[in-house]
Structures are given as structure tokens and as C-alpha cells.
């Protein structure tokens, strides 16, 4: 058998549709070609599949990689694309680097496509991507697992409609101010309030439900954000830890991804040894908890007030450009992005491998 086929999947009906572009820019560089032929394969934002042409792309791969309609001109390309698809056909020579951020890409619903199709892939599993990716579950699957997570409250549209009031009465309550009003199953804070006056926190939730049917709203501690990259199978190697400096309110989109923003990412971050290894083994605890696989960038809060970790949430496709965290904690721990990339495929082979050799049929 010849080279296998790398194929770099982006772009996707998604809020985080850009910052995939970004992502599958440094990834499509990045892939070593002398083990593979390296395709990409873009999802426009109404979910149609278009695969991109390769000698443009080798000729020049630019920051952003946008979604461009198929080329005839790259029957290969097509007829891979086909291959994909098609049922019953031998697909071993295939695996697909998946850097479709957020929805539709990183819960679940592409990696159950690709189980199906027995197509090789990075990252999580079909479980552990639904999992991560909802933030109320995480928290129930990592405090059952024992480890500290942030009050919350958390609730549905129907019963924001039906009992409002009740809602805003617990809140109240039960958690203090200022607190954050988070979608439940999106990413790069996409639709994320920080509310400190109570009278502002019907229109956080009422702007937070424009991007999901269930959200949450946590306790405000004064936090340093700490971040930990994981890389391999279902026992992960960790990262040294990073952290997010942000001079006001929170690691916002706009902080994360515009030329302006005033948010600092220290790597390493600069803690003490004893801090920085408790920080470590409860990231590979959570990785553990949540089922994931291959790589996670596990995302914890350090209160102020105690000196103790509080899990944030765990991110199971981050980003990965070149100012990205995720590649830039493995670079400060040794490994380089060409480096990166090739194990994370490799991990997806060996997966596929063990799939492979269970039995399905009696």
C-alpha cells in the first residue's frame, strides 16, 4: 500500500466556522508528506462538503484557509470525498485530522459519522466529544469523579419561560455575584456574560439561549485561569501548564482572537513546582473522568481565595494555529508542531486498530 491519505476537515455549521479556517491552516502545513498525501475537505456554513484543491493549497496555505467551492480540476480530491461516503468500502488507507470546532463537529455527531464509516480520526470518541462538550455534564461526570468543580445553576429554555422567576430567585440564592451566563454547548465564549449587577441578568440569559437551549450560570471566584494540554490514549501525557492573563472582565472571543486583544497567555505559567504538578494530575483525572481520547486542552481555575483547582472545562478539539495554546504548551514541553500532528494521527490509527480487532458480530 502506497502513502496513506491525511485529510483535514474544517471550516462546519458552526459559531467557531473561522477559527476552524484558521486551525486546518496551521494543521494542513504542518503534516508530514513523506508518510502522507495530504487532502482537505471544508463544510460550508449551510453543511455542504467540499473538497479543496490540493495544488493550490501546496502552492500557497495561507493563515486562514477559506472554504472555496470544489475544484474539477482535482479529481482526486472528489473521488475521495465519494470514498467517504460510500458504504461498505475499505477505507483503511484514510484518517482525518477533525478541526471542526464546536457544534456539529466537536459533540459527537461527526465522530458517529466517521465510527460508522470506520474512517480513522483525531481526538475524542463519539462519547467522550458529546460529553466534554456539554458543560452540565462535564461538571455532573468530574464531581462524581471527585473533583471540585464551580457552583452552577443550570436550566433549559422551557423552564426559563416557565418559571423565570424562580430561576432568578435561586441564582440568587445559591451562587454569588458576579457570575457567568454560559451557553451550555459552545466554545471560544461564544454568547458568555459576565453579569455583576443582578438587575443585567435576565438579558445575559435571554442572550445566551439565542445560542443554545440549556445554559448555566456559575459562581464568579477570583481565579487565574491555568491550562493543560493532554496528548495520547486514554492515559494521557500532560503539558506544562499555561495560563490566560486578561487586564479586564474575561477571556472573551474578542480577546482570544483579535489583533487588539490586551489577554496575555503565559507558557509556562509561573507557578510553583507542588502547584503546578497538582494542577497536572488532576487534568489527566478529568481527561480520565470524561472518556476523551488522543487530545483535550483541560481548562482549570485556581481560586485566589484558597489556592486550590476548580475544573473549567475541557476543550476536545482547541484551537490550533500557531499563537494557539494547545500547541504552544506542547511546544514548551518538548514537542514541535510537526512532531504533534504526526502523533495525534498515529493515535487515530491505533484506535481504528483496536476497534478493528473487537468483536461485532456473534
Known amino acids: 500500500m502506497g502513502k496513506l491519505k491525511a485529510v483535514v476537515l474544517y471550516g462546519g455549521r458552526s459559531t467557531e466556522h473561522e477559527i476552524s479556517c484558521r486551525s486546518a ?36 496555505c495561507p493563515e ?23 458504504v461498505g468500502q475499505d477505507k483503511d488507507d484514510i484518517v482525518i485530522f477533525n478541526i471542526l470546532h464546536g457544534t456539529y463537529g466537536e459533540d459527537g455527531c461527526i465522530q458517529g459519522f ?14 467522550g466529544s458529546a460529553v466534554a462538550m456539554d458543560k452540565v455534564v462535564a461538571k455532573q461526570l468530574v464531581a462524581a469523579a471527585g473533583l471540585p468543580i464551580v457552583p452552577y445553576v443550570s436550566f433549559r429554555a422551557a423552564e426559563w419561560r416557565e418559571k423565570g ?53 456559575e459562581t464568579g471566584f477570583k481565579v487565574r485561569e491555568i491550562e493543560y494540554a493532554c496528548l495520547g490514549a486514554y492515559t494521557p501525557d500532560v503539558s506544562l501548564p499555561g495560563e490566560v492573563g486578561v487586564p479586564e472582565g474575561f477571556y472573551s472571543y474578542e480577546e482570544k482572537y483579535s489583533s487588539a486583544s490586551k489577554a496575555q497567555v503565559l507558557v509556562p505559567a509561573p507557578l510553583e513546582a507542588a502547584l503546578a504538578e497538582t494542577g497536572r494530575k488532576m487534568a489527566a483525572r478529568i481527561f480520565q473522568a470524561l472518556n476523551l481520547y488522543g487530545m483535550a486542552r ?22 490550533f494555529t500557531s499563537i494557539s495554546q494547545y500547541p504552544k504548551l506542547w511546544e514548551c514541553s518538548g514537542v514541535n508542531a510537526r512532531d504533534l500532528i504526526a502523533r495525534l494521527l498515529q493515535l487515530a490509527l491505533d484506535r481504528r486498530a483496536q476497534q478493528r480487532s473487537l468483536t461485532r458480530t456473534v
Open 25 to 60: 491552516s496551521f494543521i494542513y502545513r504542518n503534516i508530514d508528506r513523506q508518510r502522507y498525501d495530504v487532502y482537505a475537505i471544508a463544510i460550508d456554513k449551510q453543511g455542504l462538503w467540499l473538497p479543496q484543491d490540493r495544488k493550490r493549497l501546496e502552492a500557497q
Open 298 to 319: 483541560i481548562d482549570l481555575f485556581l481560586n485566589l481565595e484558597d489556592q486550590s483547582f476548580y475544573f473549567n472545562e475541557a476543550n476536545t478539539l482547541p484551537g
Open 114 to 127: 466517521l465510527d460508522m464509516q470506520g474512517i480513522a480520526y483525531v481526538g475524542p470518541g463519539t462519547l
Open 64 to 86: 486562514l484557509m477559506p472554504v472555496e467551492a470544489h475544484s474539477p480540476s482535482d479529481p482526486e480530491s472528489q473521488a475521495l470525498l465519494q470514498r467517504i461516503f460510500q
Open 165 to 217: 422567576a424562580a430561576l432568578l430567585a435561586e441564582i440568587g440564592q445559591n451562587l454569588r455575584f458576579p457570575v457567568f451566563v454560559k451557553p451550555a454547548s459552545l466554545g471560544s465564549s461564544v454568547g458568555v456574560h459576565k453579569v455583576s449587577n443582578p438587575e443585567l441578568l435576565s438579558a445575559a440569559i435571554e442572550d445566551a439561549l439565542r445560542f443554545d437551549e440549556r445554559i448555566l450560570v
